[in-house]
């Protein structure tokens, strides 16, 4: 409201009140005028000073205030979308994409710092108008409306439509840029798979498409923009132009006074319509589009921590859903059985008792309840479903891929909300049985994909809460983690990297899994901790944590470990959303259901006391050095030797320092357009300012030859007194022009000048933004390409935030914010030089003063931009700035007085005030927006650090193999060594094997072991730093280029990887294979009935998939390949058994003649292999059939076998022998199969 008021002040008190007294000053001058003192014209040019100051100050300070309150409005919104985004459930999270998150902070919220500058003139202009409508009166009478009414008509109603305009091109803007930036988004996070892929191109072509109709649209906006800023800005001109025509033709005779003071009057309020009030329409129209996309994202759906977590009655469900009955009878335990049976609960009012403590004993009862994550979607993900778990019991919750068992968790945490039936909490106490709210009871969550932030371990697993070490220890104890750290350099301290880039897969479970147990909870649902470990880990995790840390908590663990089943209290059987079964193991075992044949299979007994040695090898020691790299040099920081901190911060990104590079500027203006389109750009700004100070000098020449005319007049006595007054003068058309200017020329050529100005100003701002859309997409499409072609150590040594805020915040800045100020800046400077140009003509003694105050603006500038180099510059320096440019208004104008004792024409005087009074106000308009395009210019550096990156290579070669390579499979390794990082740790060391067209090869080994940088090694995933030969198919794989060896493997990665889009794109991204044979691939994965059409919609990540099903299509994109080698990296960690065998008896039976390797945990996945590779520390052991080594009771394989206890090692004994008898490839080239045993001595068969 202050600023408001104080706005309100100068805008319609101050400065109407600058040309008055501009015009008594300048009336000193002219002749005939009453003559006035020396001591008057002081005085008024004294008032004329005071209020340039007073302009100066509150004009800035109410900048300042206003920006501070837009700065307020920006951190709020920012805060409140973070707060929001905390609390949606999962529905919501699916139906918003993450690059529209990162756009509303970064982009959308930046409307509030631009609107709150200019949103006060919106109502203060009509007010403005009304005052210098009468001043204007004043000097014209009723010409004075011809003026405003040009003003008006040319300015207002273009500018609300623009803005209207405007307003909906942000609105498809913005989705199309949330569309950029989710899939940039995507790209980061699995860039390794794109690489192995090598899925480049599709996703260059898919950001290129989508970047090309952003580019358009943002074209279009800011071609609208620089029309109406031509418009506007020379409705001032037009307006003057206007009024003096009319002024003329209604035989009255110009004077300095009237012509300089309607100049300045109409120059203050162009700058209210051209520049205040239109950037206050555009900005509040697409503050208003902000506006409505925040309120979108903040009435998302959140957790349901309500009162009453329940919907319609259970016999109404059906209907809700559009189902017309039940798929199939629910398998509860009928009369005979021990479990109770599941009835309706009453419909009596919810009792609360507020928060529960950690003492209390939590049970809950569903009763058929549906859910779905999509509304409407049929078959929904639950239906139909009830069980029941007691307090203090170990309830284990099995089904096959994509049956429900993680969305009954969601159901649990309230991430889904019940679509029909109830579900109640209960809270046992001294044996009495209470019925709480969702909300009164505490739940820890251990989810499916390890979630680490970019911390240390024990920041990770503290998660925000106090620390206490007693419990702190205990829990890293029972998840197996202390012989972890005792390995980190930095032990729990170890800073864990981006996405936990410095642990193993393992590790990330356990750390993921502490994080659970650490929160003292009511109830704990562990969804699949143990599929990421090994048997032995998995033991151990299973007896210490869940039977014993957690032994008095109620407890929900998913699992595919079917060997842990007879220790639950409960075993719940879902399948398609229902509950098939529930009740004790052994009722299950005599309920009928297949689901349990594997389980035999899968018993082992107790461990031996042999305590676990898990090896951290140098394989992720390098991801230990927190580096950065934004620049493209390789440097590491080290880290520190005290563990006495908290964490260890990663180190921070380093941005230039000191001036901007010249290199920036070039890079920019280069990108826009060759020399001839920068000459031309220049022409244009010179052409317009040129007729800009020509229209200007033309009607101070015009004045003066009145003035002339009228001195001449006076001494011959042709008109009498009056006839030369002020207001009333008019011109005898019969008299003789004595050599001066006619009339008729004079309108002439100020309508050409006038023409040509505002054309080249079209001109001119169309074809500059012209260069700027150019810049921006040209230094976009090289940043991606330069990205896309980076290593991968490049991806894990930066975090993804840091990648994505180049494409989100920086290429906003770059597109929508940088021209425009840096059109301001430019037109300003070439204003400021034509003004100088022009008070030099009029009064050639202050270029002097103008030198000097040049030379101090610049001096000042230096020292202002050091401290304002990479930040938004504050108002409140350019208040300093401001205050300091008004000395250039204050000397000129000083000078010009000095003219009076010289007998100077007004039209001179009346020139050189004018200009300096638009020079004080251009100066500082000016500076502030030069400092601000210095500041937005940190956005093209960022930018330009991400255009010459490290890159692999080469991608093609002169000398490609041929299309059927590799034909046959055959592998060698040869002297192979690999370090992730130069004058670092070798991770695989001296590797030498062969292995056979057609043999299935197993490659097992603790964590750490160096399995998952052999896939690297293969992949040619760490550049330069690979030694030795890997050779496939008689081809050295560093032959040839990357796009022609990786596309000729075929991978299934740790981490399924499933991108927005279509599933079609998710399988075949080039459209390289028909729909049959898509559906082909899906139906031999029984994924058939999973989707109803190949354009069946992804999310972001594969959310709405299991990570089971995410598996089986990256299978499915395996066997589309059809490559003669398929690499399986832990491919079968995550999904049951049913879906295990599926997937081996698919690979057996698809790729029965392939070379297939697979990295596994189960051991009974790689018993009948034809070969398996024990690593440790980088290095291969023991390379040989299981049955061979199985002979070795010593050996490395062995030992791994015995730890999964007596019974299973017999059976995995037999496997592994019966296998090797049947199986010819077991056999041959026995001779060349090498064993390495403990003592590293080579021993052959």
């Not at 920006?67 to 609390?87: D, F, H, N, P, T």
């Not at 203050?268 to 697409?286: D, M, P, Q």
Request: proline share 3%.
């Amino acid at each position: 409201m202050v600023q408001g008021l104080c706005l309100f002040v100068l805008s319609v008190v101050l400065q109407p009140l600058q040309p008055v007294v501009q015009g008594w000053v300048i009336s000193y001058f002219n002749p005939g005028e009453n003559p006035m003192t020396r001591s008057q014209v002081v005085l008024y040019a004294t008032i004329l000073i005071l209020l340039i100051l007073s302009n100066v100050f509150i004009a800035q300070h109410a900048i300042l205030r206003n920006q501070e309150i837009g700065m307020r409005v920006r951190v709020a919104c920012c805060s409140m979308i973070y707060r929001k985004l905390l609390r949606l459930d999962l529905a919501s999270v699916d139906k918003i994409a993450a690059g529209r998150v990162a756009n509303l902070i970064s982009n959308d919220v930046a409307r509030f710092d631009y609107v709150m500058s200019y949103l006060h003139y919106i109502w203060i202009m009509p007010l403005q108008f009304l005052v210098i409508g009468y001043v204007l009166w004043q000097f014209v009478g009723v010409i004075a409306l011809v003026g405003i009414a040009v003003m008006i008509i040319q300015a207002m109603p273009i500018q609300f439509y623009v803005g209207r305009l405007t307003a909906k091109l942000r609105s498809k803007i913005a989705v199309k840029t949330d569309e950029r930036v989710q899939l940039m988004g995507e790209l980061i996070s699995g860039i390794e798979v794109v690489k192995m892929y090598a899925w480049e191109k599709p996703f260059e072509q898919e950001v290129s498409k989508i970047r090309s109709l952003e580019v358009k649209l943002i074209s279009i906006s800011s071609y609208l923009s620089v029309i109406l800023m031509s418009i506007t800005t020379s409705s001032r001109k037009v307006s003057l132009f206007a009024t003096l025509m009319t002024f003329i033709l209604m035989r009255n005779q110009l004077t300095a006074e009237i012509t300089f003071a309607l100049a300045t009057l109409f120059e203050i309020l162009g700058v209210l319509c051209a520049i205040k009030v239109r950037k206050a329409i555009i900005g509040a129209s697409e503050t208003k589009v902000s506006l409505r996309r925040i309120t979108e994202f903040l009435l998302l759906d959140e957790v349901n921590h309500g009162k009453d977590i329940q919907s319609v009655p259970a016999d109404k469900s059906r209907d809700a859903l559009g189902e017309t009955g039940p798929g199939e009878q629910m398998l509860l335990l009928d009369e005979g059985s021990s479990v109770e049976k599941i009835a309706s609960a009453p419909n009596s009012e919810i009792q609360s008792i507020g928060n529960t403590s950690s003492e209390c004993n939590v049970e809950f009862e569903i009763i058929r309840v549906s859910a779905n994550w999509v509304h409407e979607q049929l078959p929904p993900t639950l239906f139909d479903l009830s069980t029941k778990v007691k307090s203090r019991t170990l309830s284990m919750l099995v089904g096959p891929v994509g049956s429900g068992k993680s969305s009954l968790l969601h159901l649990l945490l309230g991430e889904l909300s019940v679509g029909a039936g109830k579900m109640s909490f209960f809270t046992t106490k001294n044996n009495t049985k209470t019925e709480i709210n969702h909300s009164d009871i505490s739940i820890s969550y251990a989810s499916q994909d390890p979630w680490i932030f970019a911390a240390s371990i024990r920041d990770n697993i503290i998660f925000g809460q106090p620390y206490e070490r007693d419990r702190y220890q205990e829990v890293t104890r029972v998840c197996a983690l202390d012989e972890d750290f005792e390995q980190l350099p930095q032990g729990d301290l170890t800073y864990a990297g981006e996405k936990g880039a410095t642990l193993s897969g393992g590790q990330k479970a356990r750390v993921n899994l502490a994080r659970a147990l650490y929160r003292d909870a009511d109830l704990y649902l562990l969804d699949d901790p143990l599929s990421a470990v090994d048997s032995k880990v998995g033991n151990h995790l299973f007896k210490e944590c869940i039977q014993g840390f957690l032994r008095d908590k109620t407890r929900i663990l998913v699992t595919h470990q079917l060997q842990f089943l007879p220790e639950a209290d409960s075993v719940i059987v879902i399948n398609r959303g229902s509950v098939k079964y529930q009740g004790t193991y052994e009722e299950l075992l005599h309920s009928g259901l297949n689901l349990l044949d594997t389980v035999k299979l899968e018993e082992f007994d107790a461990p031996t006391e042999d305590e676990e040695i898990l090896e951290k090898t140098a394989e992720d020691r390098y991801f230990q050095d927190p580096a950065t790299v934004v620049n493209g040099n390789d440097e590491s920081s080290e880290l520190p030797e005290s563990t006495e901190t908290s964490s260890l911060d990663v180190k921070q990104e380093e941005v230039a320092t000191g001036e901007m590079s010249n290199h920036v500027y070039k890079s920019y203006i280069t990108a826009g357009g060759n020399m001839c389109t920068l000459i031309t750009a220049a022409a244009a700004f010179v052409i317009t300012q040129v007729s800009t100070n020509a229209s200007e000098y033309w009607i101070t020449y015009w004045t003066n030859q009145n003035a002339h005319r009228a001195t001449f007049t006076l001494s011959n006595g042709s008109f009498s007194d009056s006839a030369i007054s002020r207001n009333s003068t008019r011109y005898n058309h019969q008299q003789l022009d004595h050599g001066l200017l006619r009339n008729n020329m004079a309108i002439y050529v100020y309508c050409i000048l006038i023409a040509t100005y505002i054309l080249s100003m079209i001109f001119r701002n169309v074809f500059y933004f012209r260069i700027c859309m150019n810049a921006s997409r040209n230094l976009h499409n090289s940043m991606f390409a330069n990205l896309l072609q980076a290593t991968m150590r490049f991806f894990q040594t930066n975090p993804s935030g840091r990648i994505l805020n180049r494409f989100s915040k920086d290429v906003g800045t770059m597109d929508e914010q940088l021209p425009v100020t840096m059109l301001d800046a430019l037109q300003i400077f070439t204003l400021i030089l034509g003004i100088f140009a022009m008070v030099s003509i009029a009064n050639p003694l202050t270029i002097i003063p103008l030198v000097i105050v040049g030379g101090l603006f610049y001096v000042i500038r230096i020292y202002y931009l050091r401290t304002a180099q990479n930040i938004k510059r504050l108002e409140g320096l350019v208040c300093l700035y401001s205050t300091v440019s008004k000395i250039g208004t204050l000397v000129p104008v000083t000078g010009s007085l000095q003219q009076k004792l010289r007998n100077v024409l007004g039209g001179n005087v009346g020139l050189a005030i004018s200009q300096c009074l638009a020079l004080g106000g251009m100066v500082q308009f000016g500076m502030q927006q030069s400092a601000t395009v210095i500041s937005l210019f940190t956005a093209v550096e960022r930018i330009l650090q991400y255009t010459n990156l490290p890159n692999e290579g080469p991608f093609k070669t002169d000398k490609p193999p041929p299309d059927t390579w590799p034909s046959e499979g055959s592998l060698v390794f040869r002297d192979v060594s690999m370090r992730y990082v130069r004058n670092k740790p070798l991770v695989l060391k001296n590797l030498n094997v062969k292995i056979n067209p057609g043999w299935k090869v197993g490659i097992v080994g603790r964590t750490g072991a160096g399995k998952s940088s052999l896939i690297s090694a293969l992949f040619r995933l760490t550049g330069d730093e690979l030694e030795g030969e890997i050779i496939l198919d008689e081809v050295n794989t560093k032959s040839i280029g990357l796009h022609e060896l990786r596309p000729r493997i075929s991978i299934i990665p740790q981490e399924p990887i499933l991108f927005s889009g279509s599933l079609r794109y998710n399988l075949d991204p080039f459209g390289q294979y028909s729909d049959a044979e898509l559906w082909d691939s899906l139906r031999e994965l029984e994924l058939g009935d999973a989707v109803r059409s190949l354009d069946f919609p992804v999310t972001g990540g594969g959310a709405n998939f299991s990570v089971g099903q995410r598996q089986l299509i990256c299978l499915a994109r395996a066997i589309l390949k059809n490559n003669r080698l398929l690499v399986l990296d832990e491919a079968t960690a995550n999904i049951d058994h049913g879906s295990d065998a599926l997937i081996q008896n698919t690979i057996k039976r698809r790729f029965a003649d392939y070379t297939v390797l697979t990295v596994a945990h189960r051991l009974n996945t790689v018993m009948d292999s034809d070969r398996v590779m024990v690593m440790r520390e980088g290095r291969i052991v023991e390379f040989g059939h299981p049955h061979l080594l199985l002979r070795n009771p010593n050996g490395h394989f062995s030992r791994l076998l015995q730890q999964t206890g007596k019974e299973m090692t017999e059976k995995l004994t037999g496997i592994a022998e019966s296998a090797y008898w049947t199986s010819p490839k077991s056999r041959e080239d026995f001779t060349d199969i090498v064993i390495r045993n403990s003592e590293n001595v080579i021993t052959k068969l």
